[in-house]
């Protein structure tokens, strides 16, 4: 493997791993990490009659031919899994499912192909893995995480854009709201040290380090927006506020910013 051509597959747990897919962006950072779940090997080597290891694949990503074959070729795919509705998680879902012959499975129905929306709480048993469904609203209204408990010493969570690998996560407002935010973030910080699998960046060692780090991030920035209202006017307008509280944002995720100033005041206004 050349320096040109590094290898897009990282072992990210004991039962899982993932492919990068080929979309960087200020967004998306290095790209979208696709994961394949199984409880053998993650997925690697035959089974013992010869036959391909069943795989759950999560986030199948862009509309990317080589990323999705190299998915469908990582096992007997049983089942898809969509942690939520943005377009660099789900933009080749609908030809993965026709690649594969895979269910696909999300919290928004409009997302499902040939099998029912995800529930809250629900329990999957899918290529040798226990699944727990989790619903954390906030980024986006139908968000969820993914709790593998056997997975290593203490688990792991995929956390899909809920809590990502480096940085901090955007409320996509007003689909997302910071409210249901704060409530997920309390919601998985309840489920201790697990290893955070984010659907963007690293992985992350503590779920629970990491949600407290988020949590304190965000009542700094509720602080600099309540002084910013303070100084401009209760009634100023996002664009206002996000000169002031993001005055050093670059111009690539401007945008961004405005949707997470819209977000807090929504909140601090309790905006319908």
Request: glycine share 12%; charged share 20%.
């Amino acid at each position: 493997m050349t320096e040109s051509q590094p290898t897009r597959w990282v072992q990210s747990s004991e039962l899982t791993r993932y492919r990068l897919a080929p979309n960087p962006g200020p967004m998306s950072l290095e790209g979208t990490n696709s994961y394949v779940i199984s409880g053998g090997s993650s997925g690697q080597g035959a089974t013992a009659d010869g036959g391909r290891p069943g795989v759950v694949v999560v986030d199948p990503g862009p509309l990317d031919a080589t990323h999705l074959q190299e998915l469908a070729a990582a096992g007997r795919v049983e089942l898809v899994l969509i942690t939520h509705h943005h377009s660099d998680h789900t933009e080749g879902a609908e030809e993965f499912h026709r690649i594969t012959g895979a269910p696909v499975r999300a919290l928004d129905r409009s997302l499902c192909f040939e099998a029912p929306q995800l529930a809250d709480g629900e329990v999957i048993e899918a290529a040798g893995v226990r699944i727990e469904v989790l619903a954390t609203p906030g980024h986006t209204a139908d968000s969820v995480s993914l709790l593998l408990p056997d997975d290593g010493d203490h688990g792991s969570v995929l956390t899909g854009d809920t809590i990502l690998g480096r940085g901090t996560t955007v409320i996509a407002y007003p689909d997302g709201r910071l409210g249901d935010y704060l409530g997920s973030l309390h919601r998985l910080e309840t489920l201790g040290p697990k290893t955070v699998l984010p659907a963007h960046g690293p992985v992350l060692p503590d779920l629970g380090e990491i949600v407290r780090a988020y949590a304190a991030h965000r009542e700094e920035r509720l602080a600099q927006i309540r002084a910013a209202l303070e100084r401009l006017g209760a009634e100023a307008p996002v664009g206002a506020v996000t000169d002031l509280v993001y005055a050093d944002v670059d111009t690539s995720v401007r945008t961004a910013a405005e949707t997470s100033v819209a977000a807090q005041l929504d909140y601090l206004r309790g905006w319908a």
